[in-house]
Structures are given as structure tokens and as C-alpha cells.
């Protein structure tokens, strides 16, 4: 396979893995991925998976990265807070949960770090353009304290800078009782009923 038909084949994909260029190519020598990153026709993310150097790397295409190179995983916590414009700024690296270990990438595109959650509670995302897997904002809500139980007072809560009439706004509470449950705790219940009646009442 020369890199013409590489990049033709390949070009949609948010990153590609020698085991994709196998699917298409099961004789492909890898050696040649090397070849062109010398050359500067792509450019490595992490082992095994690569990206065109052309690539325009916008919000959407470092989140289907972020999906691809750990799998099981979706958009959560902080970035979905910046996407959901809860929190006023961007967030320093794309963030997700995982049912694998909790795990990071630095990368030349972007930093990426996955948080681990039990594979019950692997669910509440829905696809963005591009199939990317993004947690509803309750979920997202959800997912953030679950994993970070020191996050309990007015003080924490205040410090989240989190937008507290955009989240109004937004939150289906009936949606957010419903995962709720599915936590099945009722320390995380409580703590949810203090962080909303501390954006009611701030």
C-alpha cells in the first residue's frame, strides 16, 4: 500500500491503527509507518495509532481520539462541563471515564486522561457528529462525584465555577434521578441533593 491510497482509505478516520491498515493491507509492512512519519506525511498519538500531519485537530476530532485509543471509554467530567459551557474555560486535557484502569496520554495533540468506573455504570453517553461518545450532562454530573468524593461542601461546590443558571437551564432532573439510581448510593444521592440545593440557593 503506497500513502496515496493510504490517506484514501484512511482519510474519515479520527486516528488509524496498523490494524486498520491490515484489515485493508494484511501484507502492509509497518516499517513503512515509520518511513512517512520521517517524511512528515503523519504524525504518531500514542503506540499504534496515528493521524495525517495535515489532520485539523478541532474539539470534536480530539474527542473521537480520545474514544479510539482506550476503548471502552466516553467524554465525561470536566470536558463535558466545558462542552455542556458550564465551566467558563477550556479544560487543560480531555477527560472520560473508562471501565479499564485509570490511565493517561500525553500526547503531541492533546493530553488525555481516562478515569476508571465499574462496567454498571458504563452508560449514559449519547453519539456527537463523527459517532464520539459524549456523557449526557446528568451523567457527566454523576460521573464527577462519584469520583471525586472529597468535592462535598459550599466551599467545593463554589469552587467548580460551575454556571449555575446555564445548568439550570440544561439539567432534566427527572433523567439525573433516573442514572441516579443506578449508582444505588446513598452517599452520592445526598451529596447530589446538597450540590442542587446549593445552585437553587447559592
Request: aromatic residues 16%.
Amino acid at each position: 500500500m503506497n500513502f496515496i491510497r493510504l490517506k484514501d482509505l484512511f482519510h474519515d478516520f479520527p486516528v488509524f491503527s496498523l490494524a486498520d491498515i491490515r484489515v485493508a493491507d494484511a501484507g502492509f509492512d509497518r516499517r513503512r509507518l515509520s518511513e512517512w512519519q520521517e517524511k512528515g506525511y503523519i504524525r504518531k498519538i500514542i503506540k499504534g495509532y496515528y493521524i495525517f500531519a495535515d489532520t485539523s485537530l478541532d474539539e470534536i476530532r480530539l474527542y473521537a481520539i480520545a474514544n479510539r485509543i482506550y476503548k471502552p471509554s466516553y467524554i465525561s467530567l470536566e470536558t463535558a462541563f466545558s462542552h455542556y459551557r458550564l465551566i467558563p474555560e477550556s479544560v487543560y486535557a480531555i477527560t472520560s471515564v473508562a471501565t479499564r484502569r485509570t490511565y493517561g496520554f500525553e500526547t503531541p495533540a492533546s493530553r488525555f486522561l481516562y478515569r476508571t468506573i465499574t462496567p454498571k455504570l458504563f452508560f449514559g453517553y449519547f453519539l456527537l457528529a463523527g459517532n464520539v461518545k459524549m456523557a449526557a450532562l446528568e451523567k457527566a454530573l454523576l460521573d464527577y462525584f462519584y469520583l471525586n468524593s472529597s468535592v462535598q461542601s459550599k466551599d467545593d461546590f463554589a469552587a467548580l465555577r460551575i454556571n449555575r443558571h446555564e445548568l439550570t437551564n440544561q439539567l432534566d432532573r427527572e433523567l439525573l434521578a433516573v442514572y441516579l439510581r443506578r449508582f444505588a448510593s446513598k452517599v452520592l444521592a445526598k451529596r447530589i441533593g446538597c450540590f442542587l440545593n446549593w445552585v437553587e440557593n447559592a
